[in-house]
């Protein structure tokens, strides 16, 4: 065998094992080997042999030459013209296609030309290739494209190139159809993002020089494949033709044509914005009729194709034609296809083709307004087949599920041009107004018809995806809004006779043995999750009440659907309280929350619509706001008795609690109401069952939270009364007795009782933004009941339930919106820190003698803790309502025993772990962000570990990928260093403060230049979005490392590829371009404008810097 040879079977196995591999191993090895073997010169990993050590398993004798990308390129040609594998083939693509995105700007002129024709050549050498390969190679023709369309002029007639296939066989044609629908699919919306003006820029030659004469070819292809023009040898080949010509139609349609994004153009609301010069076509009743015959005569899944290209066409903007005549004649035809359809049912039978055509007609009536269809001869009876399909495809729920969106969206559509098209005939307006009251009452009939089928055949029930379920009530209710008053009354002949089967079936619980029967529990949960759709449609009327109205009809109408709920839900009521959690139906309780969400929405904003109490207060005594909160906060409170262990159920209905609070003036009114203020006054009564709940503890935060707000909605609520209000929580902490020793606090139903009256006073805690109202929690609760915080954190310390303490720490030390700014004689925000001092260092002891090996339990047992005492140090330091400067006066040794904690807490966790654990990570770098402000620079003495362990989070930090991370470590090495410039500029005589600091930046050289290089390197090679954030540290350091900013800017010239050094050099020296070398702000703002500045030109340019390692500095 020739050398040639023995390479072909050696990169062939290779490949196999990267695709096929036995192990995930051998495909490791095998891809590294790969890698090496054929480099990109992009990054690191592809640096390929010059740039790096070869991997274990490499044939040396085998490798090809290779010391540029031209090379690459020319390697991976040999490889795919020898051999027939197509494993190779994929990875040879593939490469290319890094290859050409990578370096494309270094490959000379015949290179690029040479690789786009072999590409062409060997396609058509190989009608055969598997059709993935062929989409491969398409897509690297879609690069070369892309990148060279400006410069080389060949590369702007790829229709041109693609003939010779098109006038071939019939395999070779079914090539040049792949080729071009991919290469339309990846001009459309390129895969890398680099140089992006330039690709729009190509992509939108590509849009005005070949789609047209691309999409023409394809239509050609439609009609001869439609007149049996093409001979094929068999069905199979002919199916292909077929499918390759319409997903080439397709994409052509999809075509981003504004040039924004690439998948506006799909968007079901969107408008395909065809070119002018696609009118001709577009004005062809022979396009539209094709189009339609297609349909008729392909097979599935074929025909559902064709009703995607249909979708996309009858999507046109209006001003593509160049009269109302023609528009209106490309309107006609779309009216009268979709009516053929219609009539025939072509293709219905088909679930991709339904679905299809029901966004069919939701686009078409997206972009053609309604007027334009009104004045349409046939209007009538086609709006007619429409309602017909519409209400047969409601029934139809079973078999299509997703199709009833788009079918009340077109209805919602028609619906909304109906108020501002004044001018409609009177006979379209009464056809209208008919169907949508019939449309109402279908969909509604079906979904109360459907309960039954869902749960004996266990199908999925739309009332379980409560997000999307009220997504498309809401455009129900936009369709019964119409004919308001005859879609209610309809609603309400559906509602009344279910409403007396309900009423006659709770007068069957009084007995006994009715009850214990699986017929009467059937019949009742059938019942009750029928009124769950009744409830959840009259709450999607409420809400789309339009805000202005000229009639009081619709406000009484609604009052009368509101006093129907109203009702319902007092005979369900009756049975809760008769038979408490027996009966429960979580579906219907979901039902009544959402509708007291809209009729929120709607009714209770800052003015009164008192119509809407017109028939509330005639039936069941309810004429005014405070009434109707009344009665939404006795079901809120009925939910939190008796869905004590439905997390689902408590948060919802805790969230609408939540929303009555917002809004001055209905705040007022909900404080007043009768049952909030039993709730205020019992709020910790044993009915409120889910408060005992394990599972409840995030809900009852929640709640603590919404009785702080109403508590103090009163303005000037008095001590006396807040203190009244905190009574509960005093007996709670003196039910425990005597809490004299650590045994005490570690009895396990003292833990308990403890937890949670801490997690309900950071619930109670975190809403309070008044500086007046935190005083009153805090001297309610300083100094008695902090001194059993500390004690029960030193006692717990450091099992986990500790957590909760620190977490209600944490949240008391807060200074969120100036809360604590004290009086300048008081002392609270020293003592505050003092307190915070003791728990940190109760629980640190404790933690830091605790091993956890265990990979899944180390953040709870261990650095959850820790990271809840970086936040309470953060924002000490942060909050600015504490004189650090008295501790040191008075020498209390409060502020360095916490940071000597902190230090050795720090110390405590592995590099490597405190990057694991993201919220480990945020909360120790805002608190370096925090103390380095100041703090950190005045300890007296800090270890050289210490050092080198900071300076190695700050580089771990800055190279994380989350954003909040990388912005407080940049943030933290700003204040380092900027304090080191300061402290370097002061006078010899005068002795700096933070000395350790200076003194170990002499020891340790090599600590700035590392981490200048590691910011160097993220602003010149990483893709990132933080550039503003990294500039700023990188600023000062090179203030403080001038000489290795020099050499290491050589360095990265002297590593970048011959034909790019100059054009790099001249971009990095204007980094520094009017910088006077001080520390400034606007010497800081400059350099970060010259590195965006930078950065820009390199995209622009299509230039990738090649890193290099640091050691070589």
Same mark, same amino acid.
């Given at each position: 065998?020739?050398?040639?040879?023995?390479?072909?079977?050696?990169?062939?196995?290779?490949?196999?094992?990267?695709?096929?591999?036995?192990?995930?191993?051998?495909?490791?090895?095998?891809?590294?080997?790969?890698?090496?073997?054929?480099?990109?010169?992009?990054?690191?990993?592809?640096?390929?042999?010059?740039?790096?050590?070869?991997?274990?398993?490499?044939?040396?004798?085998?490798?090809?030459?290779?010391?540029?990308?031209?090379?690459?390129?020319?390697?991976?040609?040999?490889?795919?013209?020898?051999?027939?594998?197509?494993?190779?083939?994929?990875?040879?693509?593939?490469?290319?296609?890094?290859?050409?995105?990578?370096?494309?700007?270094?490959?000379?002129?015949?290179?690029?030309?040479?690789?786009?024709?072999?590409?062409?050549?060997?396609?058509?050498?190989?009608?055969?290739?598997?059709?993935?390969?062929?989409?491969?190679?398409?897509?690297?023709?879609?690069?070369?494209?892309?990148?060279?369309?400006?410069?080389?002029?060949?590369?702007?007639?790829?229709?041109?190139?693609?003939?010779?296939?098109?006038?071939?066989?019939?395999?070779?044609?079914?090539?040049?159809?792949?080729?071009?629908?991919?290469?339309?699919?990846?001009?459309?919306?390129?895969?890398?993002?680099?140089?992006? =003006?330039?690709?729009?820029?190509?992509?939108?030659?590509?849009?005005?020089?070949?789609?047209?004469?691309?999409?023409?070819? =394809?239509?050609?292809?439609?009609?001869?494949?439609?007149?049996?023009?093409?001979?094929?040898?068999?069905?199979?080949?002919?199916?292909?033709?077929?499918?390759?010509?319409?997903?080439?139609?397709?994409?052509?349609?999809?075509?981003?044509?504004?040039?924004?994004?690439?998948?506006?153009?799909?968007?079901?609301?969107?408008?395909?914005?065809?070119?002018?010069?696609?009118?001709?076509?577009?004005?062809?009743?022979?396009?539209?009729?094709?189009?339609?015959?297609?349909?008729?005569?392909?097979?599935?899944?074929?025909?559902?194709?064709?009703?995607?290209?249909?979708?996309?066409?009858?999507?046109?903007?209006?001003?593509?034609?160049?009269?109302?005549?023609?528009?209106?004649?490309?309107?006609?035809?779309?009216?009268?296809?979709?009516?053929?359809?219609?009539?025939?049912?072509?293709?219905?039978?088909?679930?991709?083709?339904?679905?299809?055509?029901?966004?069919?007609?939701?686009?078409?009536?997206?972009?053609?307004?309604?007027?334009?269809?009104?004045?349409?001869?046939?209007?009538?009876?086609?709006?007619?087949?429409?309602?017909?399909?519409?209400?047969?495809?409601?029934?139809?729920?079973?078999?299509?599920?997703?199709?009833?969106?788009?079918?009340?969206?077109?209805?919602?559509?028609?619906?909304?041009?109906?108020?501002?098209?004044?001018?409609?005939?009177?006979?379209?307006?009464?056809?209208?107004?008919?169907?949508?009251?019939?449309?109402?009452?279908?969909?509604?009939?079906?979904?109360?018809?459907?309960?039954?089928?869902?749960?004996?055949?266990?199908?999925?029930?739309?009332?379980?995806?409560?997000?999307?379920?009220?997504?498309?009530?809401?455009?129900?209710?936009?369709?019964?809004?119409?004919?308001?008053?005859?879609?209610?009354?309809?609603?309400?002949?559906?509602?009344?006779?279910?409403?007396?089967?309900?009423?006659?079936?709770?007068?069957?619980?009084?007995?006994?043995?009715?009850?214990?029967?699986?017929?009467?529990?059937?019949?009742?949960?059938?019942?009750?999750?029928?009124?769950?759709?009744?409830?959840?449609?009259?709450?999607?009327?409420?809400?789309?009440?339009?805000?202005?109205?000229?009639?009081?009809?619709?406000?009484?109408?609604?009052?009368?659907?509101?006093?129907?709920?109203?009702?319902?839900?007092?005979?369900?009521?009756?049975?809760?309280?008769?038979?408490?959690?027996?009966?429960?139906?979580?579906?219907?309780?979901? =039902?009544?929350?959402?509708?007291?969400?809209?009729?929120?929405?709607?009714?209770?904003?800052?003015?009164?619509?008192?119509?809407?109490?017109?028939?509330?207060?005639?039936?069941?005594?309810?004429?005014?706001?405070?009434?109707?909160?009344?009665?939404?906060?006795?079901?809120?409170?009925?939910?939190?008795?008796?869905?004590?262990?439905?997390?689902?159920?408590?948060?919802?209905?805790?969230?609408?609690?939540?929303?009555?609070?917002?809004?001055?003036?209905?705040?007022?009114?909900?404080?007043?109401?009768?049952?909030?203020?039993?709730?205020?006054?019992?709020?910790?009564?044993?009915?409120?069952?889910?408060?005992?709940?394990?599972?409840?503890?995030?809900?009852?935060?929640?709640?603590?939270?919404?009785?702080?707000?109403?508590?103090?909605?009163?303005?000037?609520?008095?001590?006396?009364?807040?203190?009244?209000?905190?009574?509960?929580?005093?007996?709670?902490?003196?039910?425990?007795?005597?809490?004299?020793?650590?045994?005490?606090?570690?009895?396990?139903?003292?833990?308990?009782?403890?937890?949670?009256?801490?997690?309900?006073?950071?619930?109670?805690?975190?809403?309070?933004?008044?500086?007046?109202?935190?005083?009153?929690?805090?001297?309610?609760?300083?100094?008695?009941?902090?001194?059993?915080?500390?004690?029960?954190?030193?006692?717990?310390?450091?099992?986990?339930?500790?957590?909760?303490?620190?977490?209600?720490?944490?949240?008391?030390?807060?200074?969120?919106?100036?809360?604590?700014?004290?009086?300048?004689?008081?002392?609270?925000?020293?003592?505050?820190?003092?307190?915070?001092?003791?728990?940190?260092?109760?629980?640190?002891?404790?933690?830091?003698?605790?091993?956890?090996?265990?990979?899944?339990?180390?953040?709870?047992?261990?650095?959850?803790?820790?990271?809840?005492?970086?936040?309470?140090?953060?924002?000490?330091?942060?909050?600015?309502?504490?004189?650090?400067?008295?501790?040191?006066?008075?020498?209390?040794?409060?502020?360095?025993?916490?940071?000597?904690?902190?230090?050795?807490?720090?110390?405590?966790?592995?590099?490597?772990?405190?990057?694991?654990?993201?919220?480990?990570?945020?909360?120790?770098?805002?608190?370096?962000?925090?103390?380095?402000?100041?703090?950190?620079?005045?300890?007296?003495?800090?270890?050289?570990?210490?050092?080198?362990?900071?300076?190695?989070?700050?580089?771990?930090?800055?190279?994380?990928?989350?954003?909040?991370?990388?912005?407080?470590?940049?943030?933290?090495?700003?204040?380092?260093?900027?304090?080191?410039?300061?402290?370097?500029?002061?006078?010899?005589?005068?002795?700096?403060?933070?000395?350790?600091?200076?003194?170990?930046?002499?020891?340790?050289?090599?600590?700035?230049?590392?981490?200048?290089?590691?910011?160097?390197?993220?602003?010149?090679?990483?893709?990132?979005?933080?550039?503003?954030?990294?500039?700023?540290?990188?600023?000062?350091?090179?203030?403080?490392?001038?000489?290795?900013?020099?050499?290491?800017?050589?360095?990265?010239?002297?590593?970048?590829?011959?034909?790019?050094?100059?054009?790099?050099?001249?971009?990095?020296?204007?980094?520094?371009?009017?910088?006077?070398?001080?520390?400034?702000?606007?010497?800081?703002?400059?350099?970060?404008?010259?590195?965006?500045?930078?950065?820009?030109?390199?995209?622009?340019?299509?230039?990738?810097?090649?890193?290099?390692?640091?050691?070589?500095?």
């Amino acid at each position: 065998m020739s050398l040639q040879d023995d390479q072909t079977a050696y990169y062939a196995t290779l490949c196999e094992q990267l695709y096929n591999p036995k192990t995930s191993n051998e495909h490791d090895q095998a891809q590294k080997i790969l890698e090496y073997a054929f480099p990109t010169f992009a990054d690191e990993a592809g640096g390929g042999v010059a740039a790096q050590a070869p991997p274990g398993g490499v044939n040396a004798q085998l490798m090809f030459n290779i010391t540029s990308p031209t090379d690459s390129a020319s390697a991976l040609r040999v490889l795919l013209e020898n051999s027939p594998s197509p494993y190779v083939h994929t990875f040879c693509l593939s490469r290319l296609k890094q290859l050409v995105q990578a370096q494309f700007d270094l490959f000379n002129g015949n290179t690029k030309l040479q690789l786009r024709s072999f590409l062409l050549e060997f396609a058509y050498m190989h009608p055969q290739l598997l059709p993935f390969v062929i989409a491969q190679l398409a897509s690297v023709l879609a690069s070369l494209t892309l990148l060279g369309w400006a410069e080389i002029e060949a590369y702007r007639n790829i229709y041109e190139d693609i003939q010779s296939f098109l006038q071939a066989s019939v395999e070779h044609r079914l090539v040049g159809l792949r080729i071009l629908g991919t290469l339309v699919q990846d001009i459309n919306a390129p895969s890398f993002s680099r140089n992006s =003006a330039k690709l729009r820029k190509a992509a939108g030659g590509f849009r005005d020089t070949q789609l047209l004469p691309i999409f023409e070819m =394809a239509f050609e292809t439609l009609e001869q494949l439609l007149h049996r023009a093409i001979p094929f040898d068999n069905p199979e080949q002919e199916n292909r033709m077929k499918d390759a010509t319409l997903t080439l139609l397709i994409r052509c349609l999809s075509y981003d044509f504004v040039g924004t994004s690439g998948d506006e153009a799909g968007e079901d609301f969107g408008t395909v914005q065809i070119p002018a010069s696609w009118r001709p076509l577009f004005e062809s009743p022979n396009f539209t009729n094709t189009l339609f015959s297609a349909y008729r005569e392909f097979p599935v899944p074929l025909s559902s194709k064709v009703m995607e290209c249909l979708v996309q066409v009858v999507s046109v903007r209006k001003a593509l034609f160049t009269s109302d005549s023609g528009r209106a004649e490309f309107v006609q035809r779309i009216m009268q296809g979709t009516r053929d359809i219609m009539v025939t049912a072509q293709g219905m039978s088909d679930a991709n083709n339904y679905n299809e055509f029901c966004r069919l007609l939701y686009r078409f009536r997206a972009t053609a307004p309604l007027n334009e269809m009104v004045e349409k001869p046939g209007y009538i009876e086609w709006i007619s087949l429409v309602g017909e399909f519409s209400l047969k495809a409601f029934q139809s729920w079973k078999w299509a599920s997703n199709t009833a969106s788009y079918i009340l969206g077109f209805w919602s559509r028609i619906v909304q041009s109906m108020t501002y098209y004044q001018r409609l005939n009177e006979q379209a307006v009464k056809k209208l107004d008919e169907l949508t009251v019939e449309l109402t009452q279908c969909y509604v009939l079906t979904m109360l018809e459907s309960v039954s089928t869902i749960r004996e055949e266990m199908l999925e029930d739309p009332l379980d995806n409560e997000d999307t379920l009220i997504e498309t009530l809401n455009m129900l209710g936009h369709i019964a809004r119409r004919q308001y008053e005859q879609s209610t009354s309809t609603f309400v002949g559906i509602f009344d006779p279910i409403a007396l089967q309900y009423q006659e079936l709770i007068t069957q619980a009084s007995s006994s043995a009715a009850l214990s029967t699986d017929d009467f529990k059937d019949a009742l949960e059938i019942i009750e999750t029928k009124f769950a759709w009744l409830v959840y449609i009259a709450g999607s009327f409420i809400g789309n009440r339009t805000a202005f109205l000229t009639s009081d009809s619709p406000e009484e109408i609604d009052s009368l659907l509101t006093t129907k709920v109203l009702q319902l839900m007092d005979v369900q009521q009756l049975l809760q309280a008769q038979h408490g959690s027996t009966f429960l139906n979580q579906k219907l309780d979901q =039902a009544f929350i959402f509708f007291f969400q809209q009729f929120r929405k709607s009714y209770m904003g800052d003015s009164t619509v008192r119509e809407i109490y017109s028939k509330t207060s005639q039936t069941i005594g309810i004429s005014e706001h405070a009434a109707m909160l009344n009665v939404i906060v006795r079901k809120i409170a009925a939910n939190l008795q008796y869905w004590a262990d439905n997390e689902v159920v408590i948060r919802r209905s805790l969230e609408l609690f939540h929303e009555l609070t917002k809004g001055h003036n209905l705040l007022k009114h909900l404080r007043n109401a009768e049952t909030t203020q039993l709730i205020l006054q019992n709020y910790t009564s044993s009915r409120f069952t889910f408060l005992e709940h394990e599972s409840q503890q995030h809900n009852r935060e929640l709640y603590y939270q919404i009785l702080c707000i109403l508590l103090f909605a009163e303005d000037h609520i008095r001590e006396l009364e807040f203190h009244e209000f905190m009574r509960p929580f005093a007996a709670r902490f003196d039910v425990l007795g005597p809490l004299d020793t650590i045994e005490s606090f570690q009895q396990e139903p003292v833990q308990r009782a403890l937890r949670d009256i801490f997690i309900d006073l950071r619930g109670f805690l975190s809403p309070i933004q008044d500086r007046r109202n935190f005083l009153y929690f805090f001297d309610w609760f300083h100094p008695d009941y902090m001194a059993i915080l500390l004690r029960a954190i030193e006692a717990w310390s450091p099992d986990p339930i500790v957590n909760t303490l620190l977490n209600f720490l944490a949240e008391f030390v807060h200074n969120k919106n100036q809360r604590l700014h004290f009086e300048v004689s008081s002392p609270n925000g020293i003592l505050m820190f003092r307190d915070a001092n003791q728990a940190i260092c109760s629980f640190g002891r404790k933690i830091l003698e605790k091993q956890v090996t265990d990979e899944s339990s180390k953040y709870p047992y261990k650095y959850k803790g820790i990271a809840l005492c970086f936040a309470i140090l953060a924002r000490c330091f942060g909050g600015n309502y504490i004189n650090f400067g008295i501790f040191w006066l008075y020498q209390d040794k409060a502020i360095d025993e916490s940071l000597d904690m902190m230090i050795r807490l720090m110390l405590n966790i592995p590099i490597k772990d405190l990057m694991e654990f993201p919220k480990l990570a945020r909360a120790y770098f805002t608190m370096l962000e925090e103390v380095s402000r100041e703090q950190l620079m005045l300890l007296p003495n800090v270890t050289p570990e210490t050092f080198l362990y900071l300076m190695q989070a700050f580089e771990q930090g800055v190279e994380c990928t989350e954003g909040v991370v990388r912005g407080h470590a940049c943030s933290a090495i700003y204040n380092i260093c900027s304090f080191v410039v300061k402290q370097s500029q002061q006078l010899p005589r005068q002795q700096p403060k933070g000395y350790w600091l200076m003194n170990y930046m002499n020891q340790y050289p090599h600590i700035l230049p590392s981490l200048l290089a590691t910011l160097f390197s993220l602003v010149l090679f990483d893709e990132n979005h933080d550039q503003w954030a990294l500039s700023r540290p990188l600023y000062v350091l090179i203030l403080l490392q001038r000489e290795y900013t020099s050499k290491y800017i050589n360095q990265i010239i002297e590593n970048q590829l011959p034909e790019r050094q100059e054009f790099v050099s001249k971009a990095l020296g204007t980094l520094m371009e009017g910088i006077t070398w001080v520390l400034s702000a606007k010497d800081r703002e400059l350099f970060t404008q010259h590195v965006s500045a930078f950065r820009r030109e390199l995209r622009l340019n299509n230039v990738v810097l090649v890193p290099f390692p640091t050691t070589s500095l």
